[in-house]
């Protein structure tokens, strides 16, 4: 069995891949189409053959022994493999049909996502298990970030609607989890993908240390609303 999730940044992905791999039944979860991961094995893209093989050793070596695999996949990390022409959109959409589960993350605030990713980007703290950590991740706020806070949420938002419109228009059913549920209602929410998944012996779903939140509530609910203030909209 293959399932895929379908992210965009700071939508609480890391989190949701964290406890699938803690049960060690739900395949070696992990951004198989990541820049780096691609460029580490000489950027397979290039070509639809090398990218294929690339794919199927990535299979071969992060299937569990129950033969589950799973990956997790952004957006602009879908784009860049199917979207020139070396591989092309058709394949694209084959290949995300190709699994057999898919599960849809987002964020409902899309402007804290957007602060989220925009303090990540300044402090290079994107995920951590260190608990000392722990709301650590802060960043000076000026006007002159407002115009990158903005470029980052349209990104954001364009990614998210760029995954429904191609479940849309494909036919493809997907579980729906947001950021704010699973961090709201954490054991309830993995309950329910466990349950979408149907994997065998899979057992409970439980959120791990990996999980540490880097920003303080506080300080990216003051970016916000001079955010909101700059937009009129405060």
Known sequence: ????????????????????????????????????????????????????????????????????????????????????KQIGMGNGVSFVKGFDRHVLIYRRDKILQAVSELIANKTDLWNTSDTTLAGRARMEFSDADIPLLGRIMSRQLSEEYAWRSLLQDFSIPAHELAYEDLVGETDAELAKLAAYLAIPDLGPLMATQDTIKLTDVAATAVIKQRFLAALGAS
């Open 1 to 84: 069995m293959k399932y895929l999730i379908l992210s965009s940044p700071r939508t609480g992905s890391t989190m949701l891949a964290a406890a699938l791999n803690a049960t060690g039944r739900a395949g070696r979860l992990k951004e198989y189409f990541h820049l780096d991961n691609l460029a580490e094995r000489g950027s397979p893209e290039q070509t639809k053959q090398s990218m294929l093989a690339y794919y199927t050793d990535v299979v071969s070596a992060n299937t569990s022994a129950n033969g589950v695999f799973g990956m997790k996949l952004h957006f602009n990390q879908f784009y860049h493999v199917f979207g020139g």
